[in-house]
């Protein structure tokens, strides 16, 4: 083992291991190593520590360490990090708990606990790296106890796991879930009445600490448990094979027909989520047609919505809600698998039919021949299937039961999946007390309620999305010291928490899936719509930031893939649409490592700065103004993006600039964070006289943005320009730069 003496060598090196294979900024790498307060030469003086640091771990080590602009990495495989080999086991082990193969799910989740050593980062002394990682990774490692035991009570193994809760729920008295395992187990054990302790002393630490009743879900187990609930006890567990006691030889029996074997009810529902919030329409609609499995069709109930909107927790809530009208078991199917990628409906329909019994040797070979016996299992059982997450109709159509009694649940990401008389159910993100509610359950009513306006502007900035919510709602659950208040104003686009938060494994696993599925036209599509900022646009205005003509279909295939929301439509009845910040942040990082970004960007801002002329050139002379000069025609544009929008412009040019300028403020926004301030300031000229008549508070703040741009000649044209809108503090903030 090396040992590293220096702290901010072990400060340096822990941040570098926190990303791996990613390049730290150096102004970012010094924030954390001088925990926020870099001196004058920090630059330098990490790139000594840098220098002295790969001198400490060694000449073959060091060598991992290496520089590129705009600062330092380090470079490792997947197997030389124990964070990186946790997470493989973390998420094999969630999968296997998704199938219920609840022996491979204790391996998993055990061989991920084996690689902790006491507290992460304990010797590392930065506040900043440890507010950011010790909280995450502190919360997957008792996601990974949680699922491990939840995984060894259905083994029946209770006796084993009473000792560890005991410990776990003194350690975690406000994580429920703990709590109900612990009840249980003790229940399990002919330990009723510590069972019911557990509930009480549990309830009473929520009412005094956070105001709170305890979750519906422990309730409920509470219920059960008071009224002895049978179904409480654990299904019999097969013999093991060293329990067995020994038989004489015997004869071989002949074999038996090939066909389904002798196998346990597969009851394959992952285990509702705690806190689920809202769509209880929806909740009611869905159990009520799967409750009508009688008739001769099978009902299907198809799911769709934006990533992260919680498809999923509403297709497991109905499906447990009404599982018990399906006896013969719930199967539960993935649509993709771990790395986003979509599964083969062969791969699918094998795996199924080895759950339901089938030999390996007897599965037929071709989908069609699968599908069908498949379906011939199914024949007169009463069963649930929920397939999640699907691509296509190709993948779920031999997927699908063909028997009355049994009924199908679809989630999916796509709106046109052709499924015939498939029951539509699209999810929207959720309004705003809908989101409040969410935050009371995560964070406590008291919070929430003792600074209502913070967790408005809180939901506000989650835009309803209920895994963005969850994920900000985890981190102030562990951050108690915080204000509401003080975590609204740090949800702006540049604060270092939004930043975190997109960075979210989960977040950003459940958004690169939905891009994975794209075709390179597409992904394409969807970098460059992002450019619009969080403003609607219609579909001309695709047009522009793809620097092309007919691009309506795009955008309506990215709408398809809820990849783009609806905004209502323009006067002239064109639909609009908006990208949500969950998908916009991410495609900004791609664009941020696409090599044609610089030359894209310099074309859009080319093509608005012309639609913004040729809409000022229509407008009659003296619309801003009594001395208003009248702009030159504008000379006939060679572009063919501007030819086509030309008509559009020129019927309403002054609704047009209404409708639009937001749009155009972001552009030049782009232009000037882009390195291209004088196409920005060659735009900003044009919208200029509007905002100055229509809007002058926008104005100044528009020119005031040149005010840190290097070149001279820029920052005295934008003076020029808004010369008649400064106050004298526009003045003095503006003109010390100049």
Known sequence: MIKIPSARQRITLAALLTRPNQVISADELAEIVWDGTPSAGARTTLRSYVMRLRRSIGPIAGTRIGTREPGYYIELTDHELDLRLFDQHFQRGRHAERMGRWQ????????????????????????????????????????????????????????????????????????????????????????????????????????????????????????????????????PQPLRLDEAAPVPAAEPAPAPPAGPASVPVPRQLPPTMRDFTGREKELDEIAGILKRADRAAVPIVHVHGPPGVGKTSLAVLAAHRVADAFPDGQLFIPGTREDGTAREPEETVHELLRTLGVAQEAIPHTLSDGAALFRSILAGKRMLVLIDDAQDSEQILPLLPGASGCVAVVTSRRQNIHLPGAHLFELQPFDMDESLHLLRKIIGCARVGGEQRAAESIAHACEGIPLTLRIIGDRLATRVTWSLSYAADMLTPSSTLVTQVGRDPHLRATVAGSYATLDPELQRAFRYLALAGPHDFSEWTACVLLRRVGAEHLVEALRDRSLLQDAGSSPQGRPRYRMLNLFRNYALDLLAEDPEYPAALRHVLTLWAELAELARSRLPAGTYGADDRPPAPPSPSGDPVVRAIAALVRRDPGGWLDREWPLLMEAVDLGIGGGLPDHAVRLAARLHPHLARHHPQQARELWRRFASVPDQLIRQEALFHSARLWTSRDADAFRPSA
């Open 104 to 235: 491979e799910c204790v391996q998993e989740m055990s061989a991920a606990l084996e690689l902790w050593r006491g507290d992460p980062l304990s010797d590392i002394p930065a506040q900043s790296l440890l507010r950011a990682e010790v909280p995450r990774l502190m919360e997957i490692r008792l996601q990974a106890l949680e699922s491990r035991i939840d995984a060894l009570l259905h083994l029946g193994r209770h006796d084993d796991v009473i000792h560890e809760l005991v410990e776990l729920v003194m350690a975690h008295p406000l994580r429920e879930h703990f709590g109900a395992q612990l009840m249980l187990a003790l229940y399990r054990a002919g330990r009723q009445a510590e069972a019911l302790d557990t509930y009480g002393a549990a309830r009473q630490r929520l009412v005094a600490e956070l105001g709170i009743e305890p979750s519906g879900e422990v309730q409920a187990l509470h219920q059960r448990i008071l009224a002895n609930d049978p179904l409480l006890m654990p299904p």
